[in-house]
C-alpha cells in the first residue's frame, strides 16, 4: 500500500509539474480549476518570495494525506452520491438464491443508491450526510456487512481507489489553502446519471480568494 501511495503522489506531481511547463510556455488554460490554482499558488509564492513551487505541492500533499477528517467526508460523499450509481453482472451458471433460480446468463444490476440508503441497514440517518458515522472506519461503519460499495469489491474492486481518493484530497486541500468557496445561489440539486452519477446542471461554487 505504501508503495502505490508513493507511485500515486509521483503521478501527481508529474502532472502539476507538467501543467507548470505548459504553463510557462503559455500553452496551459488558466480558466480551468487546476489552472485557477497555480495561478493563486504563484501569487502566494511571488508574496512569501520564494521560487520553490515544489515546496508549496508537497505541503499540500502532506496535509492531503494527514487529513482524516477529509478522509470521513469523501466515504460519507461516496454513501450518498456513488459516482457509479450501479453495478452490472451477468451469471454464467443457474444460481439459486433463496427460492429465486436465475438461469445462467441472467443480467444482474446492485443499485448502490438502493443499498446507501437503506435505513434498515444504516440507520434512521441513512440519508443524512453524517461523516462521524465512519469515525471508526468502514468495516465498523457497516458492521462488517458487505454494503458500501463506491468502488465496488471483491475481486474487481476498484483499483484506482487509492488515487482517486488521494486526488479528491490534494484538490481540496490546494483550494482550501487559497480560497473559501460556497455553494453559488444558481445551483439547484439535481442528481443525474451519465455513466457516472453528476449534478445535472453543474455544481456553481463561489470561490473567495484567502
Ligand atoms: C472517484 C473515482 C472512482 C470511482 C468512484 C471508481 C469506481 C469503481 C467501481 C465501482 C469499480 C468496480 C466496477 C464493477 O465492479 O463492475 C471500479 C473498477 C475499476 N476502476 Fe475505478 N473508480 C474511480 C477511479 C478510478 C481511477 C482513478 C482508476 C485508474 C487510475 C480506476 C480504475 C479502475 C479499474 C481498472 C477498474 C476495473 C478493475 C477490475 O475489473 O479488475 N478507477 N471503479
Redesign the pocket.
Known amino acids: 500500500m505504501k508503495e502505490i501511495d508513493k507511485e500515486v503522489k509521483i503521478l501527481i506531481k508529474e502532472i502539476i509539474n507538467k501543467r507548470v511547463k505548459a504553463k510557462e510556455n503559455g500553452e496551459s488554460p488558466k480558466e480551468d480549476l487546476l489552472g485557477l490554482l497555480l495561478d493563486s499558488n504563484d501569487k502566494e509564492i511571488r508574496k512569501q518570495g520564494n521560487t520553490n513551487l515544489g515546496l508549496a505541492l508537497t505541503k499540500s500533499l502532506k496535509t492531503a494525506n494527514s487529513s482524516t477528517l477529509q478522509d470521513k467526508k469523501l466515504q460519507q460523499i461516496?454513501l450518498l452520491y456513488?459516482?457509479?450509481a450501479a453495478?452490472?453482472?451477468m451469471i454464467h451458471e443457474e444460481t439459486k438464491i433463496e427460492n429465486l433460480i436465475l438461469p445462467s446468463g441472467s443480467h444482474l444490476m446492485l443499485h448502490l443508491m438502493l443499498l446507501h440508503y437503506d435505513a434498515n441497514l444504516w440507520g434512521d440517518d441513512a440519508n443524512e450526510f453524517n461523516p462521524e458515522r465512519f469515525d471508526e472506519g468502514v468495516s465498523k461503519a457497516t458492521k462488517g456487512q458487505a454494503i458500501y460499495?463506491?468502488?465496488?469489491?471483491g475481486?474487481?474492486?476498484?483499483?484506482?481507489?487509492a488515487?482517486?481518493?488521494l486526488?479528491?484530497k490534494l484538490a481540496l486541500v490546494m483550494i482550501l489553502r487559497h480560497f473559501s468557496f460556497k455553494l453559488s445561489p444558481s445551483y439547484s440539486h439535481a442528481p443525474h446519471t451519465i455513466i457516472?452519477l453528476q449534478p445535472q446542471f453543474g455544481a456553481q461554487l463561489i470561490l473567495s480568494e484567502l
Do not use: K
Open positions: 461516496c456513488p459516482p457509479i453495478l452490472g453482472r460499495f463506491p468502488f465496488g469489491g475481486p474487481r474492486i476498484c483499483v484506482g481507489q488515487f482517486a481518493m486526488e479528491a457516472t
